[in-house]
């Protein structure tokens, strides 16, 4: 039975990364696009439990990670998830903290 990224330990997660980064590159040389954009997807949540959601602060702005131009504003945080607002959007969204970067 798989462990939820929750119950990993650092380690854990750098190898879970690891692992995923090497069947991404896998998935890509066979042409498997689908394939390519869920493990990333995976990456991302992997690494948002490497990283202290306490460093993510309500009401500061960040730049999205591989989406130039745009910036986020965290409302709320509720695990390594932070919700908030988008530039120029007033529609709540949520990104794995991982995404986010201090501008």
């Not at 462990?3 to 990364?17: F, G, H, N, P």
């Not at 009401?59 to 988008?86: C, H, Q, R, S």
Request: charged share 35%.
């Amino acid at each position: 039975m798989e462990k939820r990224y929750s119950e990993m330990t650092t380690a854990e997660l750098k190898s879970e990364i690891a692992n995923l980064h090497e069947k991404a590159r896998k998935a890509e040389q066979m042409g498997i696009i689908n394939e390519v954009h869920v493990l990333k997807r995976k990456i991302v949540m992997a690494e948002a439990y490497l990283l202290d959601p306490a460093d993510f602060k309500k009401g500061e702005t960040y730049a999205v990670k591989d989406e130039p131009e745009e910036t986020f504003t965290i409302d709320y945080l509720k695990g390594n998830f932070a919700w908030g607002y988008k530039r120029g959007n007033e529609e709540l969204t949520a990104y794995p903290i991982s995404l986010l970067i201090k501008e």
